[in-house]
């Protein structure tokens, strides 16, 4: 599962790639115009929480994949490579420019970030209705020709899918059944993908969310989740040497902690992602799975020998963990389950699995 960097020029995407991959792309990786590749570790306070508790051996934080690409202009989205970009992902993150520099240039002139999320959004969509019909006009041939019914059926499900785009409306939105789905599984719809916002705020807007709060109102509808940072107070929190001077930094502008932090779990939920735990004085873990995964499904994540041989799993809330203080407290007050097969493992939650080999 990965989830891409999309974004106009000099919106602050390659600086915010950089805070959260620790990964500074080199000159190379930005002159070849592909995809710059690296992974996220994700800032969990609840992991920090069973980190503190545990004190661990060893601590492993969940991590997903990220791909920084190439910015966006009228000739990538003219040649189309960009879009190729795109639909090798599972899950997009617009960064989109708030702030104001002078010294900074913006490609239209001016900063507007509701008109360049509009015009991103624009471009996603008309990039699948020049798909859908090109395929139509084949599919109508071969209708004409052999009255075939896969083409019949295929040709209906792409007329839905274009007056549901027609009203610019990107595909995530539109409910499809699992024949409809599979029919199109294959095929590049870069609309049906879960998008974040990022609007990079200069530092004098950091506890200002007046701007956000309006485009999460815009832009929720579309199925688009939202939220600000500010990559140039963002990179000063990176600067600083120890944990004490990040707090201390943090709580003299008034914030909790750092939004890139924030921005690796929206990370996760845009990738339809949970997380559980597994914990102990060897080791804490965070793990991700798909929403709606099994508890079989969940030792899988962890080994395969664990699902094959799955018995049950040993389940604790985080929210019991730490409202009564601790594993021991958990098991005394009966609130450490025990679940079968048909468990669905909720995101949070802390798992040991039985198993046989």
């Not at 989830?3 to 790639?17: A, D, E, N, S, V």
């Not at 913006?106 to 507007?112: C, Q």
């Not at 599979?182 to 974040?196: E, H």
Request: hydrophobic share 40%; charged share 35%.
């Amino acid at each position: 599962m990965k989830i891409g960097i999309i974004g106009l020029p000099q919106t602050g995407k390659k600086t915010l790639f950089e805070l959260l991959t620790n990964h500074k792309p080199t000159e190379n990786e930005l002159a070849s115009n592909k995809p710059i590749k690296a992974v996220v570790e994700i800032k969990d306070p609840r992991f920090d929480h069973l980190v503190g508790a545990y004190r661990p051996k060893k601590e492993v934080r969940a991590r997903i994949d990220i791909e920084l690409l190439p910015k966006i202009e009228k000739d990538t989205i003219a040649k189309g490579e960009i879009f190729v970009d795109i639909n090798e992902l599972d899950a997009i993150c617009h960064v989109v420019r708030a702030f104001k520099d002078d010294a900074v240039y913006h490609i239209e002139g001016s900063v507007d970030p509701k008109r360049d999320i509009d015009f991103i959004n624009s471009e996603l969509i008309l990039h699948d209705l020049i798909f859908i019909e090109k395929r139509m006009e084949r599919l109508d041939k071969k209708v004409k020709q052999t009255k075939e019914e896969a083409a019949i059926k295929e040709r209906e499900i792409l007329t839905k899918l274009k007056a549901h785009l027609d009203k610019e409306s990107p595909l995530r939105l539109l409910e499809l059944n699992g024949d409809e789905r599979k029919m199109i599984s294959s095929y590049p719809f870069v609309t049906r993908k879960n998008l974040i916002l990022v609007l990079n705020v200069s530092e004098t807007e950091v506890k200002n969310t007046a701007l956000t709060e309006q485009l999460k109102s815009a832009y929720c509808p579309l199925g688009i989740e939202a939220m600000q940072v500010s990559a140039k107070v963002e990179s000063e929190i990176a600067a600083l040497e120890s944990e004490e001077e990040r707090k201390a930094f943090l709580k003299d502008i008034g914030i909790e902690e750092p939004a890139i932090n924030v921005l690796t779990r929206l990370c996760i939920k845009a990738l339809d992602l949970i997380s559980f735990f597994t914990v102990g004085e060897d080791e804490v873990r965070q793990w991700t799975i798909h929403a709606g995964s099994s508890a079989p499904e969940a030792a899988g994540a962890i080994h395969s020998d664990l699902q094959k041989g799955f018995i049950r799993a040993e389940v604790m809330k985080y929210a019991d963990f730490v409202g009564l203080g601790g594993e021991a407290k958990v098991k005394e007050a009966g609130k450490s389950y025990l679940k079968g097969k048909d468990y669905i493992v909720e995101d949070g939650d802390i798992v040991n699995i039985k198993f046989n080999v």
